[in-house]
């Protein structure tokens, strides 16, 4: 059984504005897959309506057997904690430490006491430790996240959804607000510690560069629609052009 | 205005650039507008009549020297002042408790008024809207009036009228601070699978901290001299004893009074300033 099934998903968002029309995707075992297509086309979307932070409009997604779509608050809530989610604009809570960010990855899991308390649990405290370790932020943990420069704050977001121990990552262009060397260190960082750690990478991007550089397969987005799923080495001339070639010559 | 005519009459228009379209005002819109400012300024000058000369009891008042001879008698007598201290400390409590209290009552009025993260929807929502209108739209003595009714005289009454009265405007900017923060942190925590309680706590709570603190820190400030008046209503601290200064007609002790509040009110506004500047 595939790990995440998405079937006939749609999205039309109540302003009119319709972002998926119908998408069909399986992840199975632990590899990258970009989701390639310009901006509009719906990529962002995707993501968000896999672990619902978008309601889909119609469509399954079945996570490891479990059907989310069709999931009660409590049930999502649950559904969630084996989804890491990495953001475009890293999404960390400012006036909170490095650490405390990277442990906020757990609440999921943290009893309201703990989190109302910020006690977390001494094994959770290791192990955020060593994931800063692995990022290379380890001597940042008491700095408050907004004195960190944009890569070590991606570094902070890949931590953070590693904490959970997911199942699956959602990356949404998470290189689109860094310097191109910089994104490239942090897409590489990425990419090795979800394979160490044995996690599928589902990432959007909208740089050909970086989805072929990184990926093993390319799922191509536009206007809502799969246009082409391939191997990165398989993906040709006329699948980009059917990405980017703007509306009126298709 | 004959002037005017005047001018147009020895040939402006005969320049040839301004031809026959003026391109000052129409003289009648000015006129209009002279008109206007008569009418208001009698208006105003009966109104003025009306309350200063014809209401005032001019007899009692007396002339100039009169007058400062009144004032005169409430130069502060420091001599009375050690037997007010107590009651300016009851005072700065009262204030104290009432802004606390209120405070603690707002949050959870905050995150019901707060659109983005009240927890049941437009019922929630209203709920929180309507406790902050019915907070702020009753003036504090009225509160204290009420809860004096109930508990009798004192200090609690009057903390409680403070507390009551601090709520509405507490939640009310906490509630905008809450509907304007960013949406990611939020989104972040909920992708976690939190609970609700921890993404206010970890996600909201942060960003709404110092904007939280500043406005309670200005609400004790207000509060403090709100709580100075409580007392003529019987809400307890120094109001009582200047209602009753006044009416046995001790004007140098009332002037005590007046004076010890603002050395409070000064005080008051140091401690904020101190705490300001050390939390945020």
């Not at chain 1, 004195?147 to 199942?167: D, N, T």
């Not at chain 2, 500043?214 to 809400?235: K, P, W």
Request: aromatic share 6%.
């Amino acid at each position: 059984m595939a790990l995440l099934e998405v079937v006939g998903l749609k999205k039309t968002y109540p302003t009119g504005e319709t972002a998926l029309r119908g998408i069909d995707l399986t992840v199975n075992g632990a590899e990258v897959i970009a989701v390639l297509g310009l901006s509009g086309s719906g990529k962002s979307t995707l993501l968000r309506c896999i672990n619902r932070l978008v309601e889909p409009s119609e469509g399954l997604v079945v996570l490891d057997g479990v059907r989310v779509s069709e999931l009660d608050r409590r049930g999502l809530q649950r559904a969630r904690r084996h989804m890491g989610m990495i953001f475009q604009e890293y999404n960390l809570v400012d006036r909170l430490t490095v650490l405390e960010n990277v442990l906020s990855g757990c609440l999921g899991v943290a009893s309201t006491w703990r989190a109302v308390t910020r006690a977390f649990r001494k094994d959770d405290i290791e192990r955020a430790m060593e994931l800063c370790s692995r990022v290379g932020i380890l001597d940042q943990i008491r700095k408050r996240a907004d004195q960190l420069s944009g890569g070590q704050r991606q570094r902070v977001g890949i931590a953070r959804a590693l904490m959970q121990q997911p199942k699956i990552l959602l990356v949404d262009e998470p290189t689109s607000s860094l310097d191109p060397k910089i994104g490239a260190e942090v897409m590489e960082l990425m990419c090795a510690v979800a394979d160490e750690h044995n996690v599928p990478i589902l990432v959007s991007v909208h740089d050909l560069d970086v989805a072929t550089g990184y990926s093993k397969r390319i799922v191509g987005l536009r206007e809502g629609r799969i246009v082409f799923d391939a191997e990165t080495r398989e993906v040709d001339r006329s699948m980009l052009q059917s990405i980017y070639t703007d509306q009126d010559a298709a | 205005m004959s002037g005017i005519e005047a001018a147009d009459a020895s040939g402006i228009n005969g320049a040839g650039l301004i031809g026959d379209a003026n391109p000052l005002r129409p003289r009648n819109t000015i006129l209009k507008r002279y008109c206007l400012i008569a009418g208001f300024a009698s208006v105003v000058l009966v109104l003025t009549a009306h309350v200063f000369v014809f209401q005032t009891d001019w007899a009692r008042t007396g002339g100039l020297g009169q007058m400062l001879k009144t004032a005169a008698w409430f130069l502060p007598n420091l001599g009375y002042f050690p037997s007010i201290l107590l009651a300016l400390f009851e005072t700065f409590l009262i204030a104290l408790f009432g802004t606390l209290i209120g405070m603690v009552i707002a949050i959870p009025v905050a995150v019901l008024a707060a659109r983005n993260v009240t927890p049941a929807g437009l019922a929630s929502y209203w709920a929180g809207r309507v406790t902050i209108v019915l907070s702020r739209s009753v003036h504090e003595l009225i509160f204290a009036l009420i809860f004096v009714s109930a508990l009798g005289l004192g200090p609690l009454p009057g903390m409680l009228a403070l507390a009551v009265r601090s709520v509405g405007f507490l939640a009310k900017t906490t509630a905008e601070a809450i509907e304007n923060i960013d949406i990611g942190p939020v989104e972040a925590i909920e992708a976690t699978g939190a609970r609700r309680i921890a993404v206010l706590l970890f996600a909201v709570m942060p960003q709404v901290f110092p904007i939280f603190v500043g406005n309670v820190i200005f609400q004790f400030d207000i509060n403090i001299r709100r709580a100075a008046i409580l007392g003529m209503v019987g809400g307890g601290g120094i109001g009582l004893i200047f209602a009753e200064q006044i009416m046995s007609l001790a004007y140098d002790r009332a002037g005590t009074v007046v004076l010890g509040v603002v050395a409070m009110v000064l005080l008051g506004e140091y401690i904020s300033i101190r705490i300001r500047s050390w939390l945020l």
